[in-house]
């Protein structure tokens, strides 16, 4: 027995059965190739490369200045829920007092306090696919049963209410999907949400999680509409949201649920035991961000709209590539499928995972395998980053992607 056998013997089942972060693990290895010195376009990570704006840093700096430096309530200050109850309304139309809000250290965590007090051993759990690399994770580590239901890229990624209602059992307690969506880009209009909630309303015993994190980051022209705002459904439904994305504060952890009273009391209970409160400055920062200009943000929007537009022009001249045009958040997800069976010095190209640790090697470009997003047929990019840096990994991409035979 090796001795990294039996350090795996002397760890808990639940952390030996959770599988690593794709995306982090993908960044993981980008990192140790470019210390390493070689040029890696890191296109993994979901992380906006502009900075935080300017008013919400110094709203933080003039948080510190002020003493704002001592353990936070542990649903949040009551200041930011105000605030993101003031936002839920002037955004979304929602009502939420701000004991049904509870403030969290990323969206992340908000998820899994969600996850944590209402999933018991065996209950299912909705997944249409792909999904973001977590929900996954979090749910099997609730002891839930994590139920996929496919789709696919003429669909643009988007599951149907009828599609829904034929994996709904006796044993299904929540559904878990984001809009837009990580890993696709695809944004659920107002038509498709009335029909999900109709199939929602008719079982009283289901929740739906909702992530809005990229809420903002939204191509169509249309506003975006929240699950939770369909009155049938609206005791049903835990929207999350955050910080990261629409504010470029990836860095200060900061996310939040809105949710009928006794499930953000569980989440509180929850956070209790676990964090406590988050930062008090990442809180003082995100209360100016919610309640101060938005321009920022909607400037942020119209970089991201001319990135997508040059991606999918770049990505639709590589041979073999089904591509579709994302409606919102910064990813592509693209079909990869026609270069299975390929091979490169005798290597066969099988899986989207195989051609992500191919274009590491021969591209120097970092992307996830779908298979971390429930898809077994596609590769996620990013492009959260510069115009010049895209240009250059879809040359390399095409460039790579040519030497397989």
Request: glycine content about 6%; aromatic content about 8%.
């Amino acid at each position: 027995m090796t001795q990294a056998t039996a350090a795996m013997n002397q760890l808990s089942d639940r952390i030996n059965n959770m599988q690593e972060s794709a995306t982090i693990k993908m960044a993981k290895m980008s990192r140790e190739l470019k210390a390493q010195g070689k040029d890696i376009i890191d296109l993994s990570l979901g992380e906006p490369d502009f900075d935080t704006p300017q008013h919400i840093k110094d709203a933080a700096k003039e948080a510190i200045d002020k003493g704002f430096t001592k353990y936070t309530p542990v649903p949040g200050y009551p200041e930011l829920r105000k605030a993101i109850v003031t936002k839920l309304k002037r955004d979304n139309n929602l009502d939420y007092t701000i004991d049904e809000i509870v403030v969290s250290t990323g969206a992340k965590q908000s998820i899994a306090n969600v996850v944590m007090a209402l999933i018991n051993p065996g209950d299912e759990v909705l997944l249409p696919a792909p999904y973001w690399v977590s929900y996954a994770a979090i749910a099997e580590l609730a002891e839930g049963k994590c139920v996929e239901i496919p789709t696919g890229i003429e669909s643009n990624f988007k599951v149907t209410a009828e599609q829904l209602e034929k994996h709904i059992t006796e044993n299904t307690k929540m559904i878990i999907f984001s809009s837009p969506c990580n890993p696709t880009g695809s944004v659920y209009s107002r038509e498709e949400l009335a029909a999900i909630a109709k199939v929602v309303a008719k079982h009283p015993n289901l929740y739906v999680l909702c992530d809005e994190i990229y809420e903002y980051i939204n191509f169509t022209g249309e506003k975006h509409t929240s699950l939770a705002e369909f009155a049938e459904v609206k005791e049903q439904v835990i929207t999350v949201n955050g910080f990261s994305k629409g504010f470029a504060m990836t860095g200060w952890r900061l996310g939040y649920i809105g949710a009928p009273k006794w499930i953000a009391s569980a989440c509180d209970k929850m956070q209790g035991q676990i964090t406590s409160g988050t930062c008090s400055i990442a809180q003082k920062a995100g209360e100016a961000a919610l309640l101060t200009s938005l321009q920022p943000t909607f400037d942020m929007v119209t970089e991201f709209k001319k990135r997508r537009d040059l991606v999918y022009g770049l990505l639709t001249e590589i041979p073999g590539l089904k591509v579709n045009l994302p409606d919102g958040a910064f990813y592509f997800f693209f079909d990869v499928s026609a270069y299975f069976g390929k091979s490169f010095n005798g290597k066969a190209m099988n899986t989207p995972e195989d051609l992500s640790l191919f274009l590491l090697a021969e591209g120097n470009l970092a992307c996830v395998s779908g298979e971390a997003f429930g898809d077994k047929n596609c590769l996620r990019i990013s492009y959260a980053t510069s115009e010049a840096k895209l240009t250059e990994a879809c040359k390399r991409m095409k460039e790579a992607l040519a030497k397989l035979a």
